[in-house]
């Protein structure tokens, strides 16, 4: 995780076994429903098959569990996710639940199979 260590951010303790799969760039809407602030929309910054970031204008706390929906290419996914670190409005979740459908799965392997553009 790149801000590690940077002040004025908040980060659970997680180690490099938690990168098993693979990110990949993915901007589309998702709204959160917490139970603590209700709902808030933003949109996604990158997907893996173990959870997703987000970027968000209000405040989540780290270790809260919360609804995702999201707008994925073959349709939207509902999914609960534990909110693992916050930087700046940048969120991270971590998938608590088996993905639905398998859309999540579907829509990683879709972009892996993508030209990379930078």
């Known amino acids: 995780m790149e801000a ?3 002040p004025g951010t908040q980060q659970s303790s997680v180690g490099a076994e938690a990168r098993h799969h693979r990110r990949f ?3 589309t809407d ?5 139970r603590s602030v209700g709902l808030l929309k933003g949109y996604t910054a990158d997907i893996s098959e173990a959870g997703i970031s987000a970027i968000l204008k209000l405040t989540l706390s780290v270790g809260e569990v919360v609804q995702l929906e999201v707008d994925l290419p073959d349709g939207p996914v509902a999914i609960r996710a534990l ?24 829509t990683c392997s879709w972009l892996a199979a993508m030209p990379a553009h930078d």
Do not use: H, M, N, W
């Open 83 to 106: 909110v693992k670190y916050k930087t700046a409005f940048r969120y991270g979740f971590q998938f608590v639940e088996p993905d639905p459908q398998g859309l999540i799965k579907a």
């Open 25 to 27: 760039k993915l901007e």
């Open 4 to 6: 590690q260590g940077q």
């Open 30 to 34: 998702i709204r959160v429903y917490s």
